[in-house]
């Protein structure tokens, strides 16, 4: 499976971007999609996941209520919709696939967790 990022860009304080993340390759039911986003120096954090059959959500404490990310499994995408951004939201974000052999509805924050990875898409926000 091979990921593609794109959608990143500069933004004032308060605006938004969508990121979009295309897979090449066979997404399966029990798989789940992630965004993750690291900083020069920082680990790669977790930011929200989906899971491809559930459509079950899970969101970073300090995202939750600014973004949303869904996919549609006609096009094998997954989206990042980032409003209200700050700051501190500015990273290089990474969109990842954690294969799973079975059904877990459990979300894993943990980037180990995630076999591919996109090549990333770097988020500036700067007044």
């Known amino acids: 499976v091979q990921l593609q990022a794109s959608g990143g860009g500069l933004v004032q304080p308060g605006g938004s971007l969508r990121l979009s993340c295309a897979a090449s390759?066979?997404?399966?039911?029990?798989?789940?999609m992630g965004w993750f986003r690291q900083s020069p120096g920082k680990e790669r954090d977790f930011v929200a996941g989906?899971?491809?059959?559930?459509?079950?959500?899970s969101y970073a404490d300090s995202v939750t209520g600014r973004f949303t990310i869904s996919r549609d499994s006609a096009t094998n995408t997954v989206y990042l919709q980032m409003n209200e951004l700050k700051l501190e939201d500015t990273a290089v974000y990474y969109c990842?696939?954690?294969?799973?052999?079975?059904?877990?509805?459990?979300?894993?924050?943990?980037?180990?967790?995630?076999?591919?990875w996109g090549q990333g898409t770097l988020v500036t926000v700067s007044s």
């Open positions: 990842g696939i954690d294969k799973r052999a079975t059904y877990n509805p459990r979300i894993s924050e943990r980037s180990t967790s995630y076999a591919y």
């Open positions: 390759g066979s997404i399966y039911a029990n798989d789940v």
């Open positions: 989906v899971g491809w059959r559930s459509n079950k959500k």
